[in-house]
Structure formats: C-alpha cells, structure tokens
C-alpha cells in the first residue's frame, strides 16, 4: 500500500487562479514532509519542507501541516503558466531518515 | 555552490546487456547520496543510498547494484539489462543543513528494446 498519498490525480486551474495539493501519509511514523516540482523531462526540484503543525509560506508557495491527521496541503497563489508541473509530496520517519517515500504526485496544469 | 551531474543523460541498451549510469556532486564534502528509479510520469522509487565512501544500503530490490567508489562519486549497474529497467534514473544528494532536503540531478533517461 502507498505509504503517501496525494489528491488529486490532475488539477486544472486560470492562470492567475489558486492551486491546491493534498497529501495523506497513511504511517504514523511518517510524518515530516517535503514538496518537490518536476518539469516534464527534468529532475525535481524542492519547494518547501514542513514539519511542525501549522502554516509555512515561501512567496507564492504556502504549506500546510496537521500532524494529528497527517495530512499537508500545499496552496499556490497567482499561479503561473510555468507552474505547470508534476507535484510530488514526500515523507520521511525524521528529519534524519535515509528513506524518503513519494506519493504519486499531482499534475497541474495552468491555464493561460 | 554544489553540483550534480549524472552521465549519459540517455540511453536506448537490448535486453540482457551490462548498465553503468552514473552521478557526480561538487561542492559538498561526504554528502549523503541516493538513486531514485521513475516510470514515464510515475512516482519516484528509491533504490540505494550511502552514507559514506564503499558503503550503499538497498531499499528495494530491482536486480540492480550501486556502488560508492569515491566520495563525490555514485554507480548505478546492473549486468544484465531487464524490459522492466526502463525508465528516468535520478541520483539527488541531502542537505543536512537545509531541512534535509534531496537535491536532484537531472536524470538519465534508459530504454531498453
């Protein structure tokens, strides 16, 4: 069973509009996240870590942590054209783990 | 600022034949090191990664090996190539100082016929 996963399968959004990305881990040991973006034929690229309760913003990126239901979101405001991308959420047991698992990510598209 | 560079950035190799891809990080001393597999549009699968200089541990078994020859230096091998090793291989390195967050190369594409 995927240990990490992410709704929905594919997001549609106007440029300019709100994205958002959801993410479940179904293990309660894992339960320190990252958010990576992959262009299509490129290798994926960090966006934020979380892992404390609450909000973290970074510019037009803000994540969201609920520790008690496991679950992240991450909200992308004004979104881009060049937002369009492969989301991946992933987890980890702690900050120090070497296994890092991904969900199967989310495809955002933005539309101009 | 550091570095990573994986080689060859594609490949097309028959079934049954010998695999070497491999990555190299500049910039970071003992960096702790990771292969991760990708179907077409898929999810990221993490295949080894090491800690340090000669030592690799495996998370999943895919009839490949790594191996860790220096300490800049990652190798992905596999004698024998399968229909099934298809796909997007990505080496990344974790920044301990920055949330331990991976940073990834960009990829060496395989297709196996």
């Known amino acids: 069973q995927q240990k990490v996963q992410q709704s929905p399968e594919s997001l549609s959004v106007p440029e300019g509009g709100m994205a958002s990305l959801n993410c479940t881990s179904s293990?309660?040991?894992?339960?320190y996240f990252w958010w990576y973006r992959q262009h299509s034929g490129e290798g994926p690229k960090a966006l934020m870590?979380?892992?404390?309760?609450g909000d973290k913003k970074e510019g037009r990126f803000t994540a969201h942590l609920n520790k008690a239901s496991l679950h992240v979101s991450l909200h992308i405001r004004d979104s881009q054209p060049s937002d369009s991308a492969l989301y991946f959420c992933a987890a980890s047991a702690d900050t120090n783990a070497y296994k890092v698992i991904f969900g199967k990510g989310t495809h955002l598209h933005v539309l101009p | 600022a550091q570095t990573i560079h994986q080689w060859p950035v594609a490949e097309i190799k028959a079934v049954g034949s010998p695999l070497s891809l491999g990555c190299t990080i500049k910039?970071?001393?003992?960096?702790?090191l990771y292969w991760y597999w990708q179907a077409t549009g898929g999810t990221l699968q993490q295949l080894f990664y090491s800690i340090t200089v000669g030592q690799v541990e495996s998370v999943v078994q895919l009839n490949l090996s790594a191996s860790r020859p220096k300490d800049d230096q990652f190798i992905l091998s596999t004698e024998k190539l399968l229909l099934s090793h298809s796909g997007f291989y990505l080496c990344?390195?974790?920044?301990?100082?920055?949330?331990?967050?991976?940073?990834f190369g960009e990829g060496s594409r395989l297709i196996v016929v």
């Open positions: 293990d309660r040991n894992f339960q």
């Open positions: 910039g970071k001393s003992s960096p702790n």
């Open positions: 870590s979380i892992f404390s309760d």
């Open positions: 990344a390195w974790r920044d301990r100082g920055a949330g331990n967050t991976l940073y």
